[in-house]
T-cell receptor, first 114, second 113 residues
Framework: AQKVTQAQTEISVVEKEDVTLDCVYE???????LFWYKQPPSGELVFLIR??????QNEISGRYSWNFQKSTSSFNFTITASQVVDSAVYFC???????????FGEGTQLTVNP | EPEVTQTPSHQVTQMGQEVILRCVPI?????FYWYRQILGQKVEFLVS????????KSEIFDDQFSVERPDGSNFTLKIRSTKLEDSAMYFC???????????FGSGTRLTVV
């Protein structure tokens, strides 16, 4: 069965600090997808990134970067120079190509203080 | 950019009443999903739907729940007899292919009183 663990329940940083959100996953499939979503206080789920299991290249998008390491089953998310608007709950999620469900982690509440 | 549309955004219902949550998926998507998020908790999979039938469902999706695609555009989730513990945010999602490229709606907050 697939499982996603986000061990950090809450993180609080001061604006302009870098912050890394951890995600560890479990799956028996060899082909799968990993996702990050942002959930701001308004409640919607905002898609940030999708990664397939065959692509271990790290990705950078502006202040966001992702580090995918199959050897440790981790898909960590770093925000550089954090801003107050980054305050949200961030979810890591996994889908297996053998099934149709998206399994979410428990989420990490990030608070960026001015 | 194409969107998944959910209505209503907030619904209050009395315990024991039936509710129907509505979703309009992206038009060329073939897979449809419902997820639930109890306040302060993680997002949980309820059901996936493809080719006019349920393709997968979770243990949460019991006989109280049903899904339907009544026409070419809508996708609905019905809860037959609501309980207090059904209070949650319900998200609809759609994707072009299985397990790939989910687009979520903005959710319906269901409050059962």
């Amino acid at each position: 069965a697939q499982k996603v663990t986000q061990a950090q329940t809450e993180i609080s940083v001061v604006e302009k600090e870098d912050v890394t959100l951890d995600c560890v996953y479990e799956t028996r499939d060899t082909t799968y997808y990993l996702f990050w979503y942002k959930q701001p206080p308004s409640g919607e789920l905002v898609f940030l990134i999708r990664r397939n299991s065959f692509d271990e290249q790290n990705e950078i998008s502006g202040r966001y970067s992702w580090n995918f390491q199959k050897s440790t089953s981790s898909f960590n998310f770093t925000i550089t120079a954090s801003q107050v608007v980054d305050s949200a709950v961030y979810f890591c999620a996994l889908s297996e190509t053998s099934g149709s469900r998206l399994t979410f982690g428990e989420g990490t509440q990030l608070t960026v203080n001015p | 950019e194409p969107e998944v549309t959910q209505t209503p955004s907030h619904q209050v219902t009395q315990m024991g009443q039936e509710v129907i949550l509505r979703c309009v998926p992206i038009s060329n998507h073939l897979y449809f999903y419902w997820y639930r998020q109890i306040l302060g908790q993680k997002v949980e999979f309820l059901v996936s739907f493809y080719n006019n039938e349920i393709s997968e469902k979770s243990e949460i999706f019991d006989d109280q729940f049903s899904v339907e695609r009544p026409d070419g555009s809508n996708f609905t989730l019905k809860i037959r007899s609501t309980k207090l513990e059904d209070s949650a945010m319900y998200f609809c999602a759609s994707s072009e292919r299985q397990s790939y490229g989910y687009t979520f709606g903005s959710g319906t907050r269901l409050t059962v009183v």
